[in-house]
């Protein structure tokens, strides 16, 4: 399968969805140490995805790559944009922020909302840095908060709600651009068994089952379970990735 899909507007077959996201070649060094070595990686919308392996085998870097938070040193991140085409390390720094503004969501285990806001103006926050009017930012936050039944708690901060709520809020985050391609970092890792079920069914919903792509590190192999695909890394390269 080759990233020259993504230039494509027709699926490989009838039971695939179109290729949104592609890694090709990547690799990825800190010094002596090889982070991912020769990674290739294709998403497709409504597809979920979850990348397992041990700590240090490349999974957060492999995401980060994805994300266009960092470039690779080596290969390429292409991602099929509203605008066209593009390959992430070609762009500039503004401009991959840029996507990642508009073509991205992000959902982490710690949340990592902002704790002076409210729940409603950290779901606001992407569509206000994009340049939206506040009242409108705050009125899709309002509604998203809802449709995850934080109704009443648009007003709280995020220390006055529970984790799985936070986690909700930046799910909520994660959806206020409808983002094509939504990476999660470990977002169970910090709850409990009840309350982690709960926040990947919300998850799932608000993205595979709405035609988005979900990319999600986990250790969990109970989460990974329900993800599409599972992606198994070792030593910076992967050793398993069978499809269904």
């Known amino acids: 399968m080759s990233c020259d899909t993504l230039s494509s507007t027709a699926p490989d077959g009838p039971d695939q969805k179109e290729p949104r996201l592609c890694a090709r070649g990547v690799r990825v060094r800190y010094g002596g140490t090889v982070a991912l070595e020769g990674v290739d990686l294709i998403v497709r919308d409504g597809e979920s995805v979850a990348i397992m392996g041990p700590s240090g085998s490349g999974k957060s870097t ?28 070609g762009l500039s720094d503004a401009a991959r922020s840029a996507v990642r503004l508009r073509e991205y969501g992000f959902v982490f285990q710690q949340g990592m909302l902002i704790p002076e806001l409210t729940a409603a103006e950290n779901v606001a926050m992407p569509l206000l840095l994009a340049g939206g009017r506040k009242s409108v930012a705050i009125a899709r936050a309002d509604l998203l908060l809802r449709e995850l039944g934080l109704a009443g708690l648009e007003g709280r901060r995020i220390g006055q709600l529970s984790g799985g709520q936070a986690q909700r809020v930046a799910i909520a985050r994660a959806r206020a651009t409808d983002a094509h391609v939504v990476f999660a970092d470990e977002p169970t890792g910090a709850l409990d068994s009840r309350t982690a079920s709960e926040v990947l069914d919300v998850l799932l919903a608000g993205t595979t089952a709405q035609g988005r792509a979900l990319v999600m590190v986990t ?9 599409s695909r599972v992606v198994r890394l070792k030593d910076g390269r992967i050793v398993d990735s069978p499809t269904r």
Not at 83 to 89: A, M, S, T
């Open 219 to 227: 250790h969990d192999e109970d989460v990974a379970s329900r993800c």
């Open 62 to 89: 492999l995401l980060h790559s994805m994300a266009g938070i960092i470039s690779p040193d080596e290969g390429t991140v292409t991602l099929r944009t509203r605008e066209g085409v593009r390959e992430l390390g």
